[in-house]
Nanobody, 120 residues
Framework: QVQLVESGGGLVQAGGSLRLSCAVS????????MAWFRQAPGTEREFVAV???????IYEDSVKGRFTISTDTAKNTVYLQMNSLKPEDTAVYYCATDLYYNGTYSAEHWGQGTQVTVSS
């Protein structure tokens, strides 16, 4: 059974940076696409970034140029480097796998989430 455990969230001032980590266990890490989503209070969960098995990455428009998704197959870990953070990036961030697309990305397996708060 696949397990996803996020870490690295916290409180940061606008303009600052954070790196989120997601440790993956229970499967062959390199054979599946990995993604990050986020959910702000009172809103639906939204797609942030995906890395496909090919290495191709896709980002939500508002994070392009600021966020970078990457993986370390030796550590079975996926990262989200977040730079130039804005207050509107405040959300719970989720790692996910077993993705599907029906007009927007979603997933079968999710981590528990890690809170990111950006102060103005």
């Amino acid at each position: 059974q696949v397990q996803l455990v996020e870490s690295g969230g916290g409180l940061v001032q606008a303009g600052g940076s954070l790196r989120l980590s997601c440790a993956v266990s229970g499967r062959s890490f390199s054979r599946y696409a990995m993604a990050w989503f986020r959910q702000a209070p009172g809103t639906e969960r939204e797609f942030v970034a995906v890395m496909h098995v090919s290495g191709m990455t896709i980002y939500e428009d508002s994070v392009k140029g600021r966020f970078t998704i990457s993986t370390d197959t030796a550590k079975n870990t996926v990262y989200l480097q977040m730079n130039s953070l804005k207050p509107e990036d405040t959300a719970v961030y989720y790692c996910a796998t077993d993705l599907y697309y029906n007009g927007t990305y979603s997933a079968e397996h999710w981590g528990q989430g890690t809170q990111v708060t950006v102060s103005s």
